[in-house]
């Protein structure tokens, strides 16, 4: 399907199926009392904090994802946790772990956005006009 631009079906599940285990995880993440930790401190220490924790554990998913084959082919957890080092492609494994920080922390202040403004109060600020406000006329 995607031959063409080097990505070959096996890797698109693997990303695909790895998507949904971080979706999940950050799903459950949600609703761990140590993400109210910050809960009466401003803002940005809850945003900061609620990014680490999910980052945290999306971290831990990507080095068990890069463990289990390890384990498979050496049949030990202790031996395959020492050919982790030279088995994993590092500058990749940490491009992607910063990408998922990025996106994490973008993730957050959207969840926080609407938890404090409201949903109904984005919804008229993003796709109701103004009231009185003719949205055909430009000024």
Known sequence: MFAHLGVSTQTLLATLISSAIVG???LVTDHLP??????????????VWRTFIYYFFCY??????????LVRQYGSLGIAWRHLIDAVWWPQFWTVQTWYFVLLFIFVIAQETVRNVGKDNLIRIFFVSPTGADPHIQK
């Open 24 to 26: 999940k995880v950050i």
């Open 34 to 47: 140590i993400l109210k930790l910050f809960s009466r401190r401003p803002l940005i220490y809850n945003m």
């Open 60 to 69: 831990l998913l990507r080095v068990i994802e890069n463990l289990i084959p």
